[in-house]
C-alpha cells in the first residue's frame, strides 16, 4: 500500500443495494498522514434524493452532476493501493463497492484494507459518542457547519492523524474495540491496513 484514501460518501438512504451515492469525496495521505491531494465530486443518483435533512442535498442540488459510472474509473483509481480509512468505514466500503460493480468495474475493499475512524475512536479517545462530530469535537478538530462529504473526509482525515499521533505517543483509552456486528479492532489497525 503507499497511504491513505480518507472517504467520505454522502447517500440518499442506508442500503447501497436500493440507495446511491449523491456525493463522493476522497483524500489523499501518504503513510505519516501528510496530505498529498483531495477530491470530491457531487453524483446524480438517478433516483430521489431522500436523507437531505442529513446532508442539505436535494434533487436540484444534483441534477446536473454526473453519474457514478462517468466517475467511476477515477474513483477506482484514487483508491487503488490504498488503506481504505472512513468513519463507518463499512457503509462507505459498502457503498463504493456496490457503485463500482454496478458501474462494471470490479473493485473490492477487503476488510483487512479498512481502516474505521470510528472504532478507533473507542480505543483512542476518552469515553463519550462515537458520531463524527463527537469524536471530533474530543480529539479538538475543529468542525465545520455543513454535513458533505469533502468536509467530513477532512475531519476524518484530521481524526487519523490523531490516533496517529497517539499511538505515537502511547496514549490508548482502551486495548482493542469491539464494532456493533461483533467486529474486533485492534490499536494501530492501520498499520496491517498497509501492507
Known amino acids: 500500500m503507499t497511504g491513505f484514501a480518507v472517504v467520505?460518501?454522502?447517500?440518499?438512504?442506508?442500503?447501497?443495494?436500493?440507495?446511491?451515492?449523491?456525493?463522493?469525496?476522497?483524500?489523499?495521505?501518504?503513510?505519516?498522514?501528510?496530505?498529498?491531494?483531495?477530491?470530491?465530486?457531487?453524483?446524480n443518483p438517478r433516483i430521489p434524493v431522500r436523507a437531505s435533512f442529513v446532508h442539505g442535498l436535494y434533487d436540484g442540488d444534483v441534477a446536473a452532476a454526473p453519474f457514478f459510472e462517468d466517475i467511476a474509473e477515477q474513483v477506482a483509481a484514487l483508491l487503488d493501493g490504498r488503506a481504505f480509512v472512513a468513519h463507518n468505514a463499512n457503509f462507505d466500503a459498502g457503498f463504493l463497492e456496490t457503485s463500482l460493480r454496478r458501474a462494471g468495474i470490479d473493485f473490492s475493499i477487503p476488510a483487512a484494507q479498512r481502516v474505521c475512524t470510528m472504532e478507533l475512536s473507542k480505543i483512542y479517545l476518552p469515553e463519550g459518542r462515537h458520531s463524527l462530530q463527537a469524536a471530533a469535537e474530543r480529539a479538538g478538530i475543529e468542525q465545520h457547519p455543513e454535513h458533505r462529504a469533502l468536509a467530513d473526509a477532512h475531519i476524518a482525515a484530521e481524526l487519523l492523524r490523531y490516533y496517529l499521533r497517539a499511538e505515537a505517543d502511547g496514549v490508548r483509552y482502551a486495548d482493542h474495540a469491539i464494532s456493533r456486528s461483533g467486529e474486533r479492532t485492534d490499536p494501530a489497525s492501520w498499520l496491517s491496513a498497509l501492507s
Do not use: M
Open 8 to 43: 467520505d460518501c454522502e447517500t440518499t438512504g442506508l442500503d447501497p443495494i436500493t440507495d446511491r451515492i449523491i456525493e463522493c469525496a476522497i483524500i489523499l495521505l501518504d503513510e505519516q498522514g501528510v496530505e498529498e491531494g483531495a477530491w470530491s465530486s457531487l453524483v
